[in-house]
């Protein structure tokens, strides 16, 4: 399933947090990786991963803000855009 940047989170680590999420916010998708790593390899404005290794956002909420933010860059990027 296609999976939109949605945040984008940094901690005191030098480690960064992606949060995907589908366009309508019911499933999203999240990694870690270091500040290093993605200066080698690029965060983009999609991906896809297997429905299996998304988890499903319960928060009503969450799950509204994920689905705006996931159409938006849906709407402004393709999917291997860097962002």
Known sequence: MRLWLVSREYDTRQTVTLTYASVDGDRSYTRQASIE??????????IDRDRGDTEPVEDPATRERYAEEAGRMADEHDPGDEV
């Open 37 to 46: 790593l993605l200066q080698r390899n690029p965060v983009t404005a999609g």
